[in-house]
């Protein structure tokens, strides 16, 4: 058989995995005597299988997302004010289909971006665009392009992609400009993308995170909760856990 002349075909039709490992896999199935069709479909499988797994990698590369956070590491027991169904729920990824919000709130260290990230990661798996930011990160690229109308801004990330996960809001008060630039944002994405935001102030408190504008705080809220599933986390903070931990010798302390 001449391997080098069929992996050279494969090459031609882009076929980028499996040639490196034609010869392993035909003698394995000339040695169990597979059925020529089982032995065709795990080629193709292989192939997609890689090309899958590229895409993922890449694709969470260029997402922005948080490395090592992942809805089935989310620790359950330790913060049961999180709903694990209704978490389990959105992990189908329906709600970013329907163009629909998900908030979390609560305060530091309770598992907001852990959350928001692993709802961000099952996207990409599911081949949904993803990218991440924290608040100051998109304001600061808002500004930069705020001479350009947002209607002209399609191709720009915080736009175009089917998911943002928006990290951090609260943690610093918006000027007018700011806020101005903020509404722009959720107005541009209401019912055309979805928004996972992450948030450590009430909703009570966000006419201080907006320059104390009540107008721009209602209208911001009013497209945010219009369609949303909101999350409050009332626990302790996994950072404080992991410290009392090395505090008595129980190792190095987790990322949340």
Known sequence: MNYESVAEKMEYLNLQHIPSILQDLTDTAVKEQQNPLAYFERLLSLEIEFREERRIATSMKISGLPK??????????????????????????????QKENVLFFGPPGVGKTHLATGLGVKAVEMGFSVIYYTVEELLSLMKKRSDVPLLKQRRQSYIKNALVVLDELGYQAMDRTETHLF??????????????????RSVKDWVGIFANDQMATTAILDRLFHRAHIFNIDGNSYRLKDFQLMQNGGGKPMVE
């Open 68 to 97: 090592g956070m992942f809805l089935d590491t989310f620790d359950y027991m330790f913060q049961p004010s999180v709903e694990k169904a209704k978490v389990s729920f959105l992990s189908s990824c329906d709600f970013i289909r």
């Open 183 to 200: 509404f722009q944002f959720i107005n541009a994405r209401y019912v055309k993308g979805s928004v996972i935001i992450t948030s450590n």
